[in-house]
């Protein structure tokens, strides 16, 4: 007990140094951490709803060379930008490295891009578990007939489910970070479960003899011989490179490490392990999954022609018992209701780490934490709010995917690029977690690795999320010369974290108890 108070201490010591006071709950432990990115990267959610944007790309090659490449990637940034967040473990995490490091317009332009797409992901996800509950479960076990809860079917079932769902994600994060961290810590185990029940199931009870070959031969599966999933081009490398989308959305969300870093034990050191850890098993068993979604097609050619249905005919074409298939249906739902639990979770740390800094239109609101659950409340169901607003597009979980990976993306290598160059002249104390003499190299390698993978998410058909980035770019650009420019301060810095002490007192004395409930 004397060790965890001491380490306590030396968490809210650091945060003190940074100019914020300890408001929110400081009870995750590492393996908690951790399981928040895991649970919202969530393999059972990208690598099953978007399997078709890898595999109608450049068939097996796709998947079985395609997803190491851009899990390749992933792994490095994440490393990348452990080490900032050892440097500066805070809420907030992206935008706050960001401004330190390259400036506040810099951070303020990060800070948007980050809340998008964590908005986005949100959307995506709780659009995807209303689907797979509507297909996997109402439809495949019970045997309804789901076709009116569709958008084009009346649209009112559609935003039912979404609402209820998210409502009830904003429930449990308002109620204090104790709930939520025993069901994202419950969703790291579910997902290895399944995703392993499922591998193993796919393989054991597939209906042709397993054929390895399939994930190294190169296939052009666009335009119609692929469902439409990508439009129709004559280059295979093309065709490869779009099907790095499947890795771009699936391995995303893992800054939710970063953004609850003031609710984690020796943050210094747990976030970091989180995120990249996060990244490198969803990548391992992830790979395996996908791997085995192709192994047990019956037919490639017929596999492609099924489109975004690819998943669910591979399903129904297995040998495998009903009553196994049934219960990995409900896990594979299950997984992906936690997935949108954890990603609302790190949404509304982000809205209120950006908002305490008077970053946001009502921040004073925005940044309130409840004294009695030491959650920022208000954040919480206002992201709740623009989620579902978001999803309300007919054609939602296809934009909102590459969106939320785009602009992930796009937030994720921004401090990294201000690293790079600020690294031995204004960035000169780094936390536990050092890269050493592979910090400059691996942030490069991270760069043009999350270029790549931000180019591969507007390429049309989702054409409209690169008008997303200019409209955005251009209306940031009027907003910040306007008015940011003048009024937006940014994160405390120099003689401001000095001045902040005795108002940090002030905040704190609001927690009686002086525990970290």
Same mark, same amino acid.
């Not at 609850?260 to 969803?282: C, D, H, L």
């Not at 270029?451 to 997303?468: D, E, K």
């Given at each position: 007990?004397?060790?965890?108070?001491?380490?306590?201490?030396?968490?809210?010591?650091?945060?003190?140094?940074?100019?914020?006071?300890?408001?929110?709950?400081?009870?995750?432990?590492?393996?908690?951490?951790?399981?928040?990115?895991?649970?919202?990267?969530?393999?059972?959610?990208?690598?099953?709803?978007?399997?078709?944007?890898?595999?109608?790309?450049?068939?097996?090659?796709?998947?079985?060379?395609?997803?190491?490449?851009?899990?390749?990637?992933?792994?490095?940034?994440?490393?990348?930008?452990?080490?900032?967040?050892?440097?500066?473990?805070?809420?907030?995490?992206?935008?706050?490295?960001?401004? +330190? #490091? @390259?400036?506040? &317009?810099?951070?303020?332009?990060? $800070?948007? %891009? !980050?809340?998008? *797409?964590?908005?986005?992901?949100?959307?995506?996800?709780?659009?995807?578990?209303?689907?797979?509950?509507?297909?996997?479960?109402?439809?495949?076990?019970?045997?309804?007939?789901?076709?009116?809860?569709?958008?084009?079917?009346?649209?009112?079932?559609? +935003? #039912? @489910?979404?609402? &209820?769902?998210?409502?009830?994600? $904003?429930? %449990? !994060?308002?109620? *204090?970070?104790?709930?939520?961290?025993?069901?994202?810590?419950?969703?790291?185990?579910?997902?290895?479960?399944?995703?392993?029940?499922?591998?193993?199931?796919?393989?054991?009870?597939?209906?042709?003899?397993?054929?390895?070959?399939?994930?190294?031969?190169?296939?052009?599966?666009?335009?119609?011989?692929?469902?439409?999933?990508?439009?129709?081009?004559?280059?295979?490398?093309?065709?490869?490179?779009?099907?790095?989308?499947?890795?771009?959305?699936?391995?995303?969300?893992?800054?939710?490490?970063?953004?609850?870093?003031?609710?984690?034990?020796?943050?210094?050191?747990?976030?970091?392990?989180?995120?990249?850890?996060?990244?490198?098993?969803?990548?391992?068993?992830?790979?395996?999954?996908?791997?085995?979604?192709?192994?047990?097609?019956?037919?490639?050619?017929?596999?492609?022609?099924?489109?975004?249905?690819?998943?669910?005919?591979?399903?129904?074409?297995?040998?495998?018992?009903?009553?196994?298939?049934?219960?990995?249906?409900?896990?594979?739902?299950?997984?992906?209701?936690?997935?949108?639990?954890?990603?609302?979770?790190?949404?509304?740390?982000?809205?209120?780490?950006?908002?305490?800094?008077?970053?946001?239109?009502?921040?004073?609101?925005?940044?309130?934490?409840?004294?009695?659950?030491?959650?920022?409340?208000?954040?919480?169901?206002?992201?709740?709010?623009?989620?579902?607003?978001?999803?309300?597009?007919?054609?939602?979980?296809?934009?909102?995917?590459?969106?939320?990976?785009?602009?992930?993306?796009?937030?994720?290598?921004?401090?990294?690029?201000?690293?790079?160059?600020?690294?031995?002249?204004?960035?000169?104390?780094?936390?536990?977690?050092?890269?050493?003499?592979?910090?400059?190299?691996?942030?490069?390698?991270?760069?043009?690795?999350?270029?790549?993978?931000?180019?591969?998410?507007?390429?049309?058909?989702?054409?409209?999320?690169?008008?997303?980035?200019?409209?955005?770019?251009?209306?940031?650009?009027?907003?910040?010369?306007?008015?940011?420019?003048?009024?937006?301060?940014?994160?405390?810095?120099?003689?401001?974290?000095?001045?902040?002490?005795?108002?940090?007192?002030?905040?704190?004395?609001?927690?009686?108890?002086?525990?970290?409930?």
């Amino acid at each position: 007990m004397a060790g965890q108070d001491k380490s306590h201490e030396a968490d809210v010591k650091q945060l003190h140094s940074m100019g914020y006071a300890q408001e929110l709950s400081r009870r995750m432990s590492g393996f908690s951490n951790f399981a928040i990115s895991f649970s919202i990267i969530c393999i059972l959610a990208g690598g099953i709803t978007a399997f078709a944007t890898g595999f109608n790309g450049a068939g097996g090659a796709g998947i079985g060379i395609g997803w190491l490449v851009g899990g390749t990637f992933a792994v490095i940034v994440s490393l990348a930008m452990g080490q900032i967040a050892s440097a500066f473990p805070t809420a907030g995490g992206l935008y706050h490295w960001s401004s +330190i #490091l @390259g400036g506040r &317009l810099w951070g303020w332009v990060t $800070a948007w %891009f !980050n809340l998008l *797409g964590l908005i986005f992901v949100v959307s995506s996800v709780d659009v995807g578990v209303f689907q797979l509950f509507r297909d996997l479960v109402l439809h495949g076990i019970f045997g309804m007939d789901v076709s009116d809860a569709t958008w084009q079917g009346g649209g009112l079932v559609w +935003i #039912l @489910g979404a609402a &209820l769902i998210l409502a009830s994600h $904003a429930a %449990f !994060n308002h109620f *204090g970070i104790r709930i939520t961290t025993l069901l994202t810590d419950f969703s790291g185990y579910l997902i290895f479960v399944v995703a392993i029940g499922l591998t193993i199931s796919l393989l054991v009870f597939s209906p042709v003899p397993l054929d390895f070959s399939r994930l190294f031969t190169f296939t052009n599966f666009t335009g119609d011989p692929g469902g439409g999933v990508w439009p129709q081009n004559s280059s295979i490398l093309l065709s490869f490179i779009l099907g790095l989308l499947l890795v771009t959305y699936t391995i995303t969300g893992y800054d939710a490490s970063a953004h609850t870093s003031e609710e984690t034990t020796q943050a210094a050191i747990n976030v970091p392990k989180g995120m990249w850890q996060a990244v490198f098993w969803s990548v391992l068993f992830g790979y395996l999954m996908v791997c085995s979604f192709v192994l047990a097609m019956p037919d490639m050619t017929q596999g492609a022609a099924q489109g975004w249905n690819v998943f669910f005919w591979v399903m129904e074409s297995s040998k495998m018992p009903t009553l196994l298939r049934d219960i990995l249906f409900v896990g594979i739902v299950l997984s992906n209701y936690l997935c949108g639990l954890a990603g609302l979770t790190s949404c509304s740390r982000m809205m209120y780490a950006f908002a305490r800094d008077g970053g946001l239109p009502a921040s004073k609101a925005l940044s309130h934490v409840s004294t009695q659950y030491r959650t920022p409340t208000y954040a919480i169901w206002v992201s709740a709010f623009f989620a579902l607003a978001s999803c309300l597009y007919g054609g939602a979980f296809v934009v909102l995917a590459a969106g939320c990976a785009v602009f992930l993306y796009i937030s994720y290598i921004s401090p990294v690029v201000a690293g790079l160059f600020a690294e031995g002249k204004t960035w000169t104390k780094k936390g536990p977690f050092d890269l050493g003499a592979l910090s400059k190299p691996l942030a490069v390698l991270a760069i043009i690795g999350g270029l790549i993978l931000t180019w591969v998410g507007f390429q049309p058909p989702n054409q409209l999320v690169g008008y997303l980035i200019v409209g955005l770019v251009v209306a940031l650009a009027v907003l910040w010369f306007a008015v940011e420019n003048r009024r937006f301060e940014g994160p405390p810095t120099g003689e401001k974290i000095a001045e902040r002490q005795k108002l940090i007192a002030e905040i704190e004395s609001k927690y009686t108890d002086g525990s970290t409930d």
